[in-house]
């Protein structure tokens, strides 16, 4: 199957500061998708990015799909930004289509 | 609110205890899922129901069984655990299970958890 691995794994950042996490991907997908998982467990969808660029308000993703690696980046943070960030990808092609697997997260703080 | 609810939010349970956590849907989606998270590990899928079929059993203990009585809800029953099952319970629900590439339809939205502590 395949593997999604992101990177960092952990990341400390001052208020008002930018970010880029990044995803890499082992194979061929067809889905991609970024979560936001507050310091309650609450997992949120951020974006659905297959291919291309997409943003919402002070977030912004991109997949370059063959190149197979995606990209969040998170301008201006505030403190409520601080949580688990996830990005899980569909395998494209062979078994388990159904399955959405899931990288090991950027966990991230922003401090005041 | 994020349309999915999960209850209980915490469970402490012994390993002899029966339990069960239930999840619901009021999106109108099709399908829903089971995840565990455990610390420093990324999520795994558990199960998959889809039109209230089973199509995914990731290799599962037997001592977690699921139940999909309709497509709003989905049910985790849980006996004879044992400590290393204390994790947070996930559950999620997405328009279809397989889906096109541009559709979106398998977008998921996940519940509050359920955190699961075995003694």
């Known amino acids: 199957g395949i593997q999604v691995e992101q990177s960092p794994p952990d990341l400390i950042l001052q208020e008002g500061a930018n970010s880029t996490l990044r995803c890499n991907f082992s194979?061929?997908?067809?889905?991609l998708q970024w979560f936001h998982q507050n310091p309650w467990g609450q997992l949120i969808n951020l974006f659905y990015?297959?291919?291309g660029t997409k943003q919402n308000g002070r977030l912004s993703a991109t997949t370059v799909a063959t190149e197979r690696y995606s990209l969040l980046y998170i301008s201006s943070s505030q403190t409520t930004d601080s949580g688990v960030y996830f990005c899980?990808?569909?395998?494209?092609?062979?078994?388990?289509?159904?399955?959405?697997?899931f990288g090991k997260g950027t966990k991230l703080s922003v401090k005041p | 609110e994020t349309g999915v609810t999960q209850t209980p939010r915490h469970l402490v349970m012994g390993m002899t205890n029966k339990k069960s956590l239930k999840c619901e849907q009021h999106?109108?989606?099709?399908?829903m899922y089971w995840y565990k998270q455990s610390a420093k590990k990324p999520l795994e899928l558990m199960f998959v129901?889809?039109?209230?079929?089973?199509?995914e059993n990731n290799s599962v203990p037997s001592r977690f069984s699921p139940e999909c009585p309709n497509s709003s809800h989905l049910f985790l029953h849980l006996h004879t655990l044992q400590p290393e099952d204390s994790a947070l319970y996930l559950c999620?629900?997405?328009?279809?299970?397989?889906?096109?590439?541009?559709?979106?339809?398998?977008?998921?939205?996940f519940g509050a958890g359920s955190r699961l502590t075995v003694l």
């Open positions: 999620a629900s997405s328009r279809r299970w397989l889906a096109g590439v541009s559709s979106g339809a398998n977008v998921l939205t």
């Open positions: 990015i297959p291919s």
């Open positions: 129901y889809s039109l209230e079929e089973r199509v």
């Open positions: 899980a990808a569909y395998q494209n092609y062979g078994g388990s289509q159904g399955n959405l697997i």
């Open positions: 999106l109108g989606h099709n399908a």
């Open positions: 194979d061929s997908v067809n889905n």
